[in-house]
Each structure stands twice: as C-alpha cells, then as structure tokens.
C-alpha cells in the first residue's frame, strides 16, 4: 500500500466525481491520502473531506500563492483550528505554507510574514510542517532553522543536491511526484534515484503535476503507485519494497498519520 502525502482533492477539478476519484486511488493500492489546506476559505473543506474518505487525512495552513487574500487575523483563525483538531487523528500537521518566488506579482514581504506565523505555530504545537519550496528552497529552509523545525515535507522538492542534504540535516523529508517519470526532468530524476531513500515521500499534487502517461490531463491520486514504481526504477529496487519505505518514510515525516489506520 502507498501514502499520497499531498493531494488537493477537495479542488474543483474533482467536482464531478470526487468520491469516484478517492474509491478508484483506494483500489489502485493507496491507503492514505493527506490533503493540504490553502487557506481559511477550506479549513472546513479539507476536513470534512479527510473524514469522508476511506485513508483520508488533512493539514491546516495558509498557501503562499493565496496570501494576496488572506487577512493577518487568519493567523488566529488557524490557531484555532489547529487547537479544535489536536484530538483528531486525521490531522496530520501545518500546510500548505512556504514561499514562492516563481509566480510573479506576489508579494514577499506578506509571503515570509504568513511563513514566519505559520512556523511559530508549527513549534508551539509540535506539529510537522509541508511546505511548498518553488524557487524559495534556501528561505524556506532559513525559516525552518530559525524556528528549529524538524520535521515535515518539502513538497515537489526541485533543487540541489546541497539544498536537499540541508533539507534532510534538518530532519525534513523531500516529496517526490510525476515529475519524476519524464525522461526529459535529469536532476529531479536524479534526485530521486541518489538521495537516501528514507528521506524521500511520493506524492501527486493532485490535480497538478500529472506523471507522463496522463500528460497534460487532470492528475488523480490513483496516479501513486506509477510514480512510485517510476522511483523504484530510478533506485534499482522492486515497488513493493518502494511502497513500503515510503510509508515509514511519510510515517516519519508525519507522525500522526500513523494514529489512524482507517
């Protein structure tokens, strides 16, 4: 069995046949599906949703690309939600947060000040963190140290060799998906094939970042066990054993997740 350890399912792409999309992935051979938050405006969503689902489990957080909406007393809402879900066992940790410097027209200043909250609130609680690190992999690990946070994901880890054994030294794991199985992607592809394979979780960023066999069409997370089998590949090692060392590796990286098993 795989772990999806980030799936936007609750996304309008997925209005039609949601429940369809959760049962198919179930079926394909994933036991768990983690779904990020963006903001307040899905805080209920994501939860409602973690709890419909067969595997189904969620983060709380405000998304760097939705900070141009969020307003700074969101920061007190989340710490709310965050309180009112600790006895949850489908909460799972704080995300998605982290910093973008690939879409143009945000701010960075309001950026970090969302990141830099979110942080605090990761150390108060002793929950992990899933970031999203798209050109921003030295501020968000920055962010990290300063707050000595130690646990979490960077989701759709796409730099260095020398950024990600950073990124491990700090106790964090590194989110691997479709990108993965185009022959065209060397370095993620060769990040995934080297790196320690305890450091390294599967996602689908669902319904983003389709793998090569549904190029351009909408991702799902049923789409796991491809990938997975495509970083099985890069590693000389058999997808069963793939399967199992990413679970203890999301396990690991979130530890609540291993609280419920349903």
Same mark, same amino acid.
Request: charged fraction near 20%; proline fraction near 4%.
């Given at each position: 069995m795989?772990?999806?350890?980030?799936?936007?399912?609750?996304?309008?792409?997925?209005?039609?046949?949601? #429940?369809?999309?959760?049962?198919?992935?179930?079926?394909? +051979?994933?036991?768990?599906?983690?779904?990020?938050?963006? +903001?307040?405006?899905n805080?209920?969503?994501v939860?409602?949703l973690?709890?419909?689902i #067969?595997g189904?489990a969620?983060?709380?957080g405000?998304?760097?690309?939705?900070?141009?909406?969020?307003?700074?007393? #969101?920061l007190e809402l989340?710490?709310?939600?965050?309180?009112?879900?600790?006895?949850?066992?489908?909460f799972?940790?704080?995300?998605?947060?982290?910093?973008?410097?690939?879409?143009?027209?945000? #701010?960075?200043?309001?950026?970090?000040?969302?990141?830099?909250g979110?942080?605090?609130l990761?150390?108060?609680f002793?929950?992990?963190?899933?970031?999203?690190v798209?050109?921003?992999?030295?501020?968000v690990?920055?962010?990290?140290?300063?707050?000595?946070?130690?646990r979490?994901?960077?989701?759709?880890?796409?730099?260095?060799f020398?950024?990600?054994?950073?990124?491990?030294?700090?106790?964090?794991?590194? +989110?691997?998906?479709?990108?993965?199985?185009?022959?065209?992607?060397?370095?993620?592809?060769?990040?995934? +094939?080297?790196?320690?394979?305890?450091?390294?979780?599967?996602e689908?960023?669902?319904?983003?970042?389709?793998?090569?066999?549904?190029?351009?069409?909408?991702?799902?997370?049923?789409?796991?066990?491809?990938?997975?089998?495509?970083?099985?590949?890069?590693?000389?090692?058999?997808?069963?054993?793939?399967?199992?060392?990413?679970?203890?590796?999301a396990h690991?990286?979130?530890?609540?997740?291993a609280?419920?098993?349903?």
């Amino acid at each position: 069995m795989w772990i999806d350890t980030h799936c936007h399912l609750d996304a309008s792409e997925f209005d039609a046949d949601r #429940d369809a999309v959760a049962a198919a992935a179930r079926r394909a +051979g994933v036991a768990r599906i983690v779904i990020p938050a963006i +903001g307040r405006q899905n805080f209920a969503a994501v939860r409602e949703l973690a709890h419909r689902i #067969d595997g189904g489990a969620y983060a709380l957080g405000i998304h760097p690309l939705f900070t141009p909406g969020a307003d700074e007393h #969101d920061l007190e809402l989340l710490r709310m939600e965050i309180e009112a879900s600790l006895d949850d066992v489908r909460f799972v940790g704080i995300g998605e947060i982290g910093l973008d410097y690939f879409v143009e027209g945000l #701010d960075d200043a309001r950026q970090q000040f969302f990141y830099d909250g979110q942080l605090q609130l990761a150390r108060e609680f002793d929950l992990p963190v899933i970031c999203h690190v798209r050109k921003s992999q030295d501020q968000v690990l920055k962010g990290l140290r300063r707050q000595q946070i130690h646990r979490g994901i960077a989701h759709a880890f796409n730099g260095s060799f020398q950024q990600a054994q950073a990124y491990i030294d700090q106790g964090m794991h590194l +989110g691997f998906g479709g990108n993965l199985t185009f022959e065209r992607a060397r370095q993620i592809r060769r990040l995934a +094939g080297q790196l320690p394979f305890d450091a390294l979780v599967v996602e689908t960023d669902a319904p983003d970042i389709p793998p090569a066999w549904i190029y351009r069409q909408r991702n799902t997370p049923g789409q796991i066990p491809g990938i997975g089998a495509g970083l099985a590949q890069l590693r000389g090692m058999a997808a069963d054993e793939a399967a199992l060392g990413t679970t203890a590796n999301a396990h690991a990286a979130l530890p609540r997740l291993a609280l419920s098993s349903a």
